[in-house]
């Protein structure tokens, strides 16, 4: 393997306003440990995010922009003045450490439960159950038919973005990632099993598009373009709801062409999440077939390793990897592949579980070493 000057991987790179040391990126995870009352990151998340300071770039866990926006028990918020606060002794952290963060800006839309909204139906552009399961207070529980928001519900969606952007600022973050990927609510917006609506937010691929581009315009009044950040999964099918039909490629075509008018920081795709060998109207390598459709930063995500995310920038396939489990296992992920050194081993029965096991105890290089 490749010493640190020669790999891909670990060369600089700015990323619309933001430079990076290296190009490793540590993927956004849900680890499900902002377990007190206000759903704020801890002393705990300081230690997990500021032992990962080593990668190029940190993308928070997904940070619901509102009381509304949450599907998943103990996941941490970006909306109250507790969140707040609790966001800015991890960016200083981070910063101290030499790195940089950006927060993941959620609303899982309809991959949600009534549980969470005092027996009120989560929001979605339409009322289709997207069969699938949300992590409750009291386990995981299967989902319901959501309610299909008014017009009046999405202008008041898309200013909750602009205001956790706005919070993202105050607590120090580099920037912000709109998480519109996943099977959550701008997907839900983006594929037609999932939005049936007839006004301006459905019907066309242009108007199903319409619900992120007005959130982006929104939130770039808080935060210069070259400080945001976009993810997509335009691959996504039988998983987290989601079903893809014929359109759902032109319109992630779509959407990344128009976002070459704006000079963000990076755009952050996914290769599949399961095997779509079988369906011929999806895509099975992402980064390929993308890059040539657009012109900024492309950042590529899921299942790549040292060799394979060396590989797909030098062959100019992607400008930077995001690596989630990996990162999870091995806080000095970056130094360990700088070293050719060998990886820990995750614990997944440990991701979601709360407390300090498997989130902040995974051993480093050095103390390996004694
Ligand atoms: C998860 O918790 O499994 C999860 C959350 C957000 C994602 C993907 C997966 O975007």
Redesign the pocket.
């Known amino acids: 393997m490749d010493n640190t000057s020669n790999q891909a991987l670990l060369k600089p790179i700015k990323v619309g306003d933001v430079s990076l040391k290296n190009r490793m990126v540590m993927a956004?995870l849900?680890r499900s440990r902002a377990e007190d009352a206000e759903n704020a990151a801890s002393d705990l998340h300081v230690k997990y995010y500021t032992q990962r300071a080593g990668a190029g770039l940190i993308i928070s866990e997904?940070s619901q922009v509102s009381k509304q926006a949450v599907g998943?028990v103990n996941t941490a918020g970006i909306h109250s003045l507790a969140q707040i606060e609790g966001w800015k002794k991890v960016t200083d952290s981070v910063h101290k450490e030499g790195g940089k963060i950006f927060c993941q800006l959620?609303h899982v839309g309809r991959i949600s439960h009534p549980d969470f909204h005092n027996g009120e139906k989560p929001w979605a552009p339409s009322a289709v159950n997207p069969n699938s399961q949300s992590f409750t207070p009291d386990g995981f529980k299967d989902t319901v038919d959501p309610h299909a928001m008014s017009l009046g519900e999405i202008k008041q969606t898309i200013g909750e973005f602009k205001q956790a952007a706005k919070n993202a600022v105050e607590a120090g973050f580099d920037g912000v990632e709109i998480?519109s990927?996943?099977g959550?609510l701008f997907h839900q917006f983006f594929n037609r099993s999932s939005n049936k609506r007839d006004d301006d937010y459905g019907g066309t691929i242009e108007k199903r598009a319409k619900f992120l581009f007005d959130v982006l315009e929104e939130v770039k009044k808080e935060v210069p373009e070259g400080r945001i950040g976009l993810r997509l999964n335009p691959s996504l099918h039988g998983v987290?709801g989601m079903e893809a039909d014929e359109e759902t490629i032109p319109t992630f075509e779509y959407i990344v062409k128009k976002l070459n008018a704006y000079n963000l920081a990076y755009v952050h795709m996914s290769e599949p999440f399961t095997d779509i060998s079988d369906i011929d109207f999806l895509i099975g390598n992402i980064a390929e077939h993308f890059r040539p459709l657009y012109d900024g930063n492309l950042m590529i995500n899921n299942g790549f390793d040292q060799k394979t995310g060396n590989k797909v920038i030098s062959d100019k396939k992607a400008d930077m990897v995001a690596y989630g489990k990996l990162f999870i296992a091995n806080p000095d992920l970056p130094k360990r592949f700088a070293e050719n050194a060998p990886l820990n081993e995750g614990d997944p029965d440990t991701y979601?579980q709360g407390g300090e096991k498997g989130y902040i105890d995974y051993p480093f290089l050095e103390e390996k070493e004694v």
């Open positions: 956004p849900t997904g998943y959620w998480h990927s996943n959550y987290f979601y």
